[in-house]
């Protein structure tokens, strides 16, 4: 048995992997503060996504979901947005979403598809416009045509954008060796 199967085996996170998830959860933080394109009050196009799936795809659906939530609260907290639970508990969803659907799998064009539509369908137009619905009493109708439109946009976008980064060689090695 190597060292790596027998890592696999226990579960047990090493000083390299608490190290890894640090890294990573100060990247998502970091990259929340590109700024997104915004359409209307609703609608917003950004990259979060990519630290959410890069954690997934490295550590897995749990620890994905742990990393998410750490950072919709952190986050939330250092840009002052209204807390409401229910966005974190879609980042705790997109996390496990992308972990179950990434780790330890061939990572192809049907699989990355096939991982942001449920993302886009369940997370983004399911429970985010409820919570949208829920926070601003705005009526379905006010809002739902322009974030499906955006969500129709982002499936494609977000799709090729994760494709092309697990395809890159750097992307690719960094996985195979810090991969939980």
Known sequence: ?????????????????ITVLGVVLAFRILITFVPAFSVGNYVEIGIGFIGAALTGALFGPWYA???SVANDLI???MQGYQFFIGFTLSA?????IYGYMLWRKEITWKRVFTTVLIITLVVNLGL?????????GQAWIAFMPARI???AVSLVLNTVILK???????VKRMIEKYRF
């Open 164 to 170: 092309l980064l697990f395809d890159n060689p750097t």
């Open 65 to 67: 979901m742990i990393v």
């Open 149 to 151: 439109a955006k969500n």
């Open 75 to 77: 986050t939330t907290s």
């Open 1 to 17: 048995m190597n060292k790596t199967t027998k890592r696999y085996q226990t579960g047990k996170l090493s000083a390299l992997n």
């Open 92 to 96: 705790a969803l997109g996390g496990l």
């Open 128 to 136: 985010n416009s409820l919570w949208i619905r829920i926070m601003y």
